[in-house]
């Protein structure tokens, strides 16, 4: 059973950094890409980040392009969403997700295949 797991949400003021994790078990991860959402009550789920299967490519949502980083270290199962420069509209819940259709990864939330339960962000200004 694939079991993704975030961790690392809180409360941080505006400027400031926080880093998420996303530890995958329950399967082999390292061929495929993964990526990070977010999501607040009464919205769509955006696409924030994604990675390839090697971590050689990565993009990002033009919001966060220059301060999110989107990481990952196959020999943990884990990926990283380091999260810089916080604003206030960066507040939401965070999810993981697993591509297994793609090695590179995709903006559209419909391709993956797994997601973690989520962690809240809450920037304060």
């Known amino acids: 059973q694939v079991q993704l797991v975030e961790s690392g949400g809180g409360l941080m003021q505006a400027g400031g950094s926080l880093r998420l994790s996303c530890a995958a078990s329950?399967?082999?991860?390292?061929?495929?890409?993964m990526g990070w959402f977010r999501q607040v009550p009464g919205k769509d789920r955006e696409f924030v980040a994604a990675?390839?299967?090697?971590?050689?490519?990565?993009f990002y949502a033009d919001s966060v392009k220059g301060r999110f980083t989107i990481s990952r270290d196959n020999s943990k199962n884990t990926v990283y969403l380091q999260m810089n420069r916080l604003k206030p509209e960066d507040t939401a819940v965070y999810y993981c997700?697993?591509?297994?259709?793609?090695?590179?990864?995709?903006?559209?939330?419909?391709?993956?295949?797994?997601w973690g339960q989520g962690t809240q962000v809450a920037v304060s200004s």
């Open positions: 997700a697993l591509d297994l259709h793609s090695q590179y990864g995709t903006e559209d939330r419909y391709q993956y295949d797994y």
């Open positions: 990675i390839s299967w090697s971590g050689g490519h990565t």
């Open positions: 329950g399967g082999t991860f390292s061929s495929y890409a």
